[in-house]
């Protein structure tokens, strides 16, 4: 029977080890789901397959990088977006803590009785049954600080992906530029060739020529710096894909975007935002934390109750030993005659033992009484905490509404500016150094005018990709404010929609706010 016990209580304390093992895969998969929602690409990188990340690392860098593969990349490869995983396995282990019952207490002890003899001892085994009521309330905190973990490296993905967006359009446009450098040198080399021809017709002077190889030199400059910009840009995008191989082997093979949202609901836009938002879902989950926090510090009040058993072997003087000659003399002088010492048999000897108490067991219960400190301060603490996190909510709630209708009026007034530019300017550049060529080469007009016309193109080719470039990281930093790709972002050209409100998010908690602040002032 004993080994039947025994085997059964190795058994649970088996199950309940085999309980608590920390498994976060279920956790990156929920992170790159969220991930994968928010970016508008899929998100495959788990810390236990490492080899299947560098495979489709090597197979996203062959043929040349689209806009979408540098997104991607940036995702499986960004050693910081990496570690980011390895703290959601951290938080995951916290949760897998907050569910284990605090181990059993024993306390022995020995005395030893002066002279030799049966030793005292005594034993108490106790466990803390403050558990029992702590448990569910520090899971709940514990899930809750994990779901902020998740929600925050999310928002951590969406901010690389963002920025390697951005980077990517750099890229792109400092390549344009170095193109237009070029085919300015080319020109400007034109330019010059067609003077020298005329230099020697006798039909222009040499002051002519030199404002031409003037012009030809400076385009030479602007090709190397534009060189050095454009590799410069393509080394930012490669830390963003963390990359070690050389930038300028990366080939950008998208070119800048166009689109118009002139017709895009500024409400819709606003209110997908609120809803998207990964770091607002952060927030809640903080505040989802702190209110429970409120319900562990009252759970705290009695910070230790212990219940158990209690054991004790009494202690036993050994007995001297027996002068069998003496007792028979003694007894013989006594009874006048021969006579034999008296002997306990066996069950005598039994019976009286019987009768002596050799072991006390019973109950134990061990706490501490909240006469002095009765957590008082800390569930104050953690109320002025949770009250502080639902200010921090809303606050949050309202940056984003403002924030949104920012970013989404720079990105229209950028993209009309691009297309402006596009569509109106550059053309009209073209047209007066096209009319300047054909009136210098027959001799209509002097030089001054065809260099001017050269300039005002080359400056009207700059801004026309700068504008494109502010175009399309305004787009970006849409997609980043509103928490959504932007085919999601796209599709919002409803007709205006019903107000915003201003407390959507806090209703409920402000509610529940005010009674916690009711009790902590009772507890006072």
């Known amino acids: 029977m004993r080994i039947r016990w025994t085997h059964s209580v190795c058994a649970i304390a088996l199950c309940v080890a085999g309980c608590s093992q920390v498994d976060p895969q279920g956790d990156y998969e929920?992170?790159?789901a969220t991930i994968s929602e928010t970016v508008g690409q899929e998100a495959a990188y788990l810390p236990e397959d490492e080899a299947r990340a560098e495979e489709q690392t090597a197979l996203l860098l062959t043929d040349g990088i689209s806009l979408d593969d540098a997104v991607r990349l940036a995702l499986l490869n960004n050693p910081s977006l990496?570690?980011?995983?390895?703290?959601?396995?951290?938080?995951?282990?916290?949760?897998?803590?907050?569910?284990?019952?605090?181990?059993?207490?024993l306390a022995m002890s020995f005395a030893f009785p002066e002279g030799g003899g049966r030793s005292n001892i005594q034993g108490t085994l106790a466990q803390n049954i403050v558990d029992l009521w702590q448990i569910p309330i520090r899971k709940r905190i514990?899930?809750?600080?994990?779901?902020?973990?998740?929600?925050?490296?999310?928002?951590?993905?969406?901010?690389?992906?963002?920025?390697?967006?951005?980077?990517?359009?750099?890229?792109?446009?400092?390549?344009r530029n170095q193109?237009?450098?070029?085919?300015?040198?080319?020109?400007?080399?034109?330019?010059?060739?067609?003077?020298?021809?005329?230099?020697?017709?006798?039909?222009?002077?040499?002051?002519?020529?030199?404002?031409?190889?003037?012009?030809?030199?400076?385009?030479?400059?602007?090709?190397?710096?534009?060189?050095?910009?454009?590799?410069?840009?393509?080394?930012?995008?490669?830390?963003?894909?963390?990359?070690?191989?050389?930038?300028?082997?990366?080939?950008?093979?998208?070119?800048?975007?166009?689109?118009?949202?002139?017709?895009?609901?500024e409400n819709a836009v606003v209110e997908l935002a609120r809803s998207s938002r990964l770091d607002l879902k952060a927030q809640h989950a903080a505040v989802a934390a702190g209110r429970q926090r409120v319900k562990?510090?009252?759970?705290?009040?009695?910070?230790?109750?212990?219940?158990?058993?209690?054991?004790?072997?009494?202690?036993?003087?050994?007995?001297?030993?027996r002068d069998v000659l003496a007792d028979t003399a003694r007894a013989s002088i006594a009874a006048g005659q021969l006579t034999a010492p008296d002997i306990q048999s066996r069950g005598q000897r039994d019976a009286?033992?019987?009768?002596?108490?050799?072991?006390?067991?019973?109950?134990?219960?061990?706490?501490?009484?909240?006469?002095f400190d009765q957590n008082q301060a800390q569930i104050a603490k953690a109320g002025y905490a949770y009250q502080a996190a639902l200010k921090e909510l809303a606050a949050l709630d309202r940056l984003i509404v403002q924030e949104t209708r920012r970013a989404l009026d720079q990105?229209?007034?950028?993209?009309?500016?691009?297309r402006f530019y596009q569509d109106k300017i550059l053309p009209q550049a073209q047209r007066s150094l096209e009319l300047g060529n054909l009136s210098y080469q027959s001799g209509n007009t002097s030089i001054l005018v065809v260099l001017e016309a050269q300039r005002n193109l080359l400056a009207t080719r700059r801004l026309a990709i700068t504008a494109q470039q502010s175009a399309a990281v305004a787009l970006a930093d849409l997609e980043l404010?509103?928490?959504?790709?932007?085919?999601?972002?796209?599709?919002?050209?409803?007709?205006?929609?019903?107000?915003?409100?201003?407390?959507?998010?806090?209703?409920?908690?402000?509610?529940?706010t005010k009674a916690i602040s009711i009790r902590i002032e009772d507890r006072r």
């Open 296 to 321: 562990e510090e009252y759970a705290k009040i009695f910070p230790d109750v212990s219940i158990g058993g209690y054991l004790e072997r009494t202690e036993r003087r050994a007995l001297p030993g």
């Open 352 to 371: 009286e033992r019987r009768q002596e108490i050799d072991v006390i067991f019973g109950p134990a219960l061990n706490m501490t009484l909240p006469i």
């Open 411 to 418: 990105a229209k007034t950028s993209t009309e500016l691009a």
């Open 30 to 32: 929920r992170v790159n």
């Open 142 to 175: 514990a899930q809750a600080r994990l779901d902020q973990e998740i929600l925050s490296l999310s928002q951590q993905a969406a901010r690389l992906a963002v920025e390697t967006k951005v980077a990517y359009y750099i890229s792109v446009g400092t390549h």
């Open 481 to 512: 404010v509103v928490g959504r790709p932007w085919s999601a972002i796209g599709s919002q050209t409803v007709a205006p929609s019903a107000p915003i409100s201003t407390s959507q998010p806090i209703n409920n908690e402000l509610l529940e």
């Open 179 to 265: 193109e237009i450098a070029e085919a300015n040198l080319k020109l400007a080399a034109g330019l010059l060739e067609t003077t020298l021809g005329r230099q020697k017709a006798g039909t222009v002077s040499e002051l002519d020529v030199n404002l031409a190889r003037n012009t030809a030199l400076t385009n030479e400059l602007d090709v190397q710096t534009a060189r050095l910009d454009a590799t410069n840009a393509k080394r930012r995008l490669a830390i963003l894909l963390g990359l070690t191989s050389h930038a300028s082997e990366l080939e950008l093979i998208d070119p800048l975007p166009t689109v118009s949202i002139s017709t895009m609901n």
């Open 82 to 105: 990496q570690a980011g995983f390895f703290r959601v396995g951290m938080s995951r282990a916290d949760f897998v803590q907050s569910g284990l019952f605090s181990n059993p207490s």
